[in-house]
T-cell receptor, first 112, second 111 residues
Framework: NAGVTQTPKFQVLKTGQSMTLQCAQD?????MSWYRQDPGMGLRLIHY???????DQGEVPNGYNVSRSTTEDFPLRLLSAAPSQTSVYFC???????????FGQGTRLTVV | GEDVEQSLFLSVREGDSSVINCTYT??????LYWYKQEPGAGLQLLTY?????DMKQDQRLTVLLNKKDKHLSLRIADTQTGDSAIYFC???????????FGPGTRLSVLP
């Protein structure tokens, strides 16, 4: 099993560009989520999904869109990148009713 | 909203015990977690404790929970240089979903 796979690992964007961060899991987990990590602030929840076709906002959703068309994939879209979105992004998945979340290796995004 | 606080830095000598402390505000937390992040890597689950427990021990790791004071600690016995990392305290009120993370404690282990 690959676990949670995020692509790309690194990305540099210009202000105003759009892109999609990919996240895939092969554990048949119902629950998937996106966090961003900023220095001194820990990880903050952006969006989450409790199953295919169902998404909801977390603590810091502005500027990001998500969709969940399959159980395996949960892409995060930046429609118009801003320097404030420079961060490390982590995708996580967990089984419904489970106690552990599995994290991907992260995507380091720089917006210039 | 919920909040999780941790001190940002801790330095210990190799072989000593490390104690990383955390406080949280959400009294409805079901699980409390400790995650480890090594440089350039994702988060690795170290251990977790259910909110109705006081203590959990797992090899060199001991977790203590004071639910009344909303205080969680992680003790690492015989700290090694390989334990140098950022340690995140996190709480969840939904069984491993929608975590609220602390800012992380950077543990430095000195030879």
């Amino acid at each position: 099993n690959a676990g949670v796979t995020q692509t790309p690992k690194f990305q540099v964007l210009k202000t105003g560009q759009s892109m999609t961060l990919q996240c895939a899991q092969d554990m048949n987990h119902e629950y998937m989520s996106w966090y961003r990590q900023d220095p001194g602030m820990g990880l903050r929840l952006i969006h989450y999904s409790v199953g295919a076709g169902i998404t909801d906002q977390g603590e810091v959703p502005n500027g990001y869109n998500v969709s969940r068309s399959t159980t395996e994939d949960f892409p995060l879209r930046l429609l118009s990148a801003a320097p404030s979105q420079t961060s490390v992004y982590f995708c996580a998945s967990s089984r419904a009713g489970g106690t552990e979340a599995f994290f991907g290796q992260g995507t380091r995004l720089t917006v210039v | 909203g919920e909040d999780v606080e941790q001190s940002l830095f801790l330095s210990v000598r190799e072989g000593d015990s490390s104690v990383i402390n955390c406080t949280y505000t959400d009294s409805s937390s079901t699980y409390l977690y400790w995650y480890k992040q090594e440089p350039g890597a994702g988060l690795q689950l170290l251990t977790y404790i259910f909110s109705n427990m006081d203590m959990k021990q797992d090899q060199r790791l001991t977790v203590l929970l004071n639910k009344k004071d909303k205080h969680l600690s992680l003790r690492i016995a015989d700290t090694q240089t390989g334990d140098s990392a950022i340690y995140f305290c996190a709480e969840s009120n939904n069984y491993g979903q929608n975590f609220v993370f602390g800012p992380g404690t950077r543990l430095s282990v000195l030879p």
